[in-house]
């Protein structure tokens, strides 16, 4: 029997989720009879690059440099036609687009090409917290124009689904939510790596460690986690905090520490892959973003049974119950969240239990390769082909 081919098309393969999502997708769907070719544009110089991962993965994996995040005409045409050409020239079965730039080029190229199946995941949305009203306004526009050319649409969790909803980018029926799933082994075990990451930094066993895994851009808030630090120390807490990952808004961090009086107390370590090292030494991990779809470092933390601190946005209350696997707290309420820091430094076993008991049974990635290929499926024989 042929094998289903895929196109699979994301704007840049930046450090984040998104990236990780569609190597894991694209390298492990050939295992349930795809075959896939992963098209990804240009990252930004500050954004780190997860190319290397999907090709360490075995992924059919093509550069498009013309296609990249921000609009730019010229590339932008030039993109578009080379999608188009390739689309032609493989006559794939499927083309699936990540993120919102991919997600335009694509399925309009896609339609052009005559691709019978064409869906479009929103690993979030920029509904909110990106920009001004005006916008926002003509970004869900867009959206429900692009949703007329998808066969489905598809969500990483339930909220961001009824989100979708509400803003009538499409029917109900045809958005779909595709938890996503990743490799947990490495955190579940990662208690065997406990003290390397302290021993590099050179903070004791015995002294509280809090910190922050993600980009450094301004969706997602690190400020807010920087002055809850503040806060912290100014009431006498003795721990050391730290911030992974890298972005644009690095420097600016490092200054608001400085200013803050939290300049010995927290370290910056830029872009890290040893993540499973990472969570083996922390004792909090807090997530401040002002909006998310289904973020990694939560799904991984509470794989490593390290307490989760998480703003209430968009799918993260899909993932915590509070005060039972972790702790939501209000979007930028600075005295909730210290309050509730402090709390989850004595998170009950129980509470660590229900957290990890939730990713494994959720977000694993053989859960999230079944549930890709069922859709896939269901969308082509519903366009008449026998699978």
Not at 22 to 33: A, N, Q
Not at 44 to 59: C, I, K, R, T, W
Not at 116 to 136: D, E, K, L, N, Q
Request: proline share 4%; net charge neutral; with cysteine.
């Amino acid at each position: 029997m042929a094998r289903t081919r895929v196109v699979r098309v994301i704007a840049r393969m930046n450090i984040g989720g998104p990236a990780i999502h569609v190597t894991e997708l694209t390298s492990g769907l050939t295992r349930h009879g795809f075959e896939t070719i992963l098209v990804a544009g240009r990252h930004g110089s500050a954004e780190g690059d997860m190319s290397d991962l999907a090709q360490a993965n075995g992924v059919n994996f093509q550069w498009l440099k013309q296609l990249g995040p921000r609009i730019a005409p010229w590339d932008d045409g030039v993109a578009f036609l080379r999608l188009f050409q390739l689309m032609r020239g493989i006559a794939p079965e499927v083309v699936h687009t990540h993120t919102a730039k991919a997600g335009a080029l694509g399925r309009l190229a896609a339609r052009l090409a005559g691709v019978p199946v064409v869906v479009h995941t929103f690993h979030g949305h920029v509904f909110r917290g990106y920009w001004g009203p005006a916008m926002s306004r003509l970004a869900v526009a867009i959206e429900r124009f692009l949703a007329r050319f998808s066969t489905a649409i598809v969500t990483v969790s339930e909220t961001v689904r009824r989100e979708l909803i509400g803003h009538r980018i499409a029917p109900a029926d045809k958005i779909h939510v595709l938890p996503l799933g990743l490799n947990l082994d490495s955190f579940v075990s990662c208690a065997k790596r406990r003290g390397e990451f302290r021993a590099e930094l050179g903070i004791e066993a015995d002294v509280p460690l809090i910190g922050t895994v993600g980009r450094l851009v301004p969706i997602k808030n690190q400020q807010l986690f920087l002055r809850a630090a503040g806060r912290l120390v100014a009431a006498g807490f003795n721990g050391r905090f730290v911030i992974v990952g890298g972005g644009e808004l690095a420097m600016q961090l490092q200054q608001l520490a400085r200013e803050l009086g939290l300049a010995d107390s927290t370290v910056f370590t830029g872009w890290r892959r040893d993540l499973d090292r990472v969570y083996a030494d922390l004792d909090v991990l807090v997530n401040t973003a002002l909006n998310e779809g289904t973020p990694v470092a939560l799904i991984e933390a509470m794989a490593a049974r390290v307490p989760v601190v998480a703003t209430a946005v968009g799918g993260v209350p899909d993932m915590i119950e509070s005060e039972r696997s972790g702790y939501l707290v209000p979007s930028e309420d600075l005295v909730v969240l210290v309050e509730v820091i402090g709390r989850a430094l004595a998170a009950p076993a129980a509470l660590l239990d229900a957290a990890q008991d939730y990713v494994i049974e959720n977000h694993t990635l053989e859960r999230m390769l079944t549930g890709a290929a069922n859709l896939y499926g269901r969308l082509l024989e519903g366009k008449g082909y026998a699978l």
